[in-house]
């Protein structure tokens, strides 16, 4: 039961790291200072949340945070292009200006991304394993999957359909 709470705070912090991801195209008339602390408040909560469940040993968690942050710095470049991806549909959905070609480029670049996305999992799966054994490892990456669905749930959820 211990560990359903775990997951039920894992997935409030979830709601925020939405925001994270979305915050430059939603909050582009705030200070940048702002964003800056709301996006390093995300960062560290999301960690808290992944130390939280992975029950780490002293000697797991030398070998895993050095490979976490290199995750999550190849994470945040999938991000920002998944937060371009969104600024160029925002913006020809509110002008009306979305043609056949703009969403083929869209589409190409949204395939890229979740490539990029799988990619990055089949990379650092042999690294994690390196470092912790597999049933870490699993649960690791099913934290990640877990935090990606919400995301890309709340994303869904809030970008209206091609017209």
């Known amino acids: 039961m211990k560990r359903n709470g775990k997951v039920v705070f894992c997935v409030a912090i979830l709601a925020a790291i939405t925001i994270w991801v979305v915050s430059p195209v939603v909050s582009q008339d705030k200070p940048a200072d702002n964003m800056q602390i709301l996006r390093d408040k995300v960062k560290a909560d999301k960690k808290l949340v992944v130390a939280a ?6 000697s797991e968690a030398k070998g895993f945070w050095p490979v976490y942050e290199e995750y999550q710095k190849t994470l945040a470049t999938i991000n920002q292009r998944i937060g371009k991806l969104i600024e160029s549909y925002a913006a020809d959905y509110q002008a009306n200006t979305l043609t056949d070609d703009k969403a083929k480029k869209l589409i190409d670049e949204l395939v890229a991304i979740e490539q990029a996305e799988g990619g990055l999992q089949a990379s650092y799966a042999p690294k994690l394993s390196k470092v912790l054994p597999g049933k870490k490892v699993a649960r690791y990456l099913q934290i990640e999957n ?5 995301i890309k749930y ?4 809030n970008i209206p359909l091609v017209k």
């Not at 469940?53 to 002293?58: G, R």
């Not at 877990?146 to 919400?150: L, M, P």
Request: proline share 0%; glycine share 0%.
């Open 154 to 157: 709340e994303l869904a959820s």
């Open 53 to 58: 469940n992975m029950e780490l040993t002293d």
């Open 146 to 150: 877990k935090i990606r669905a919400v």
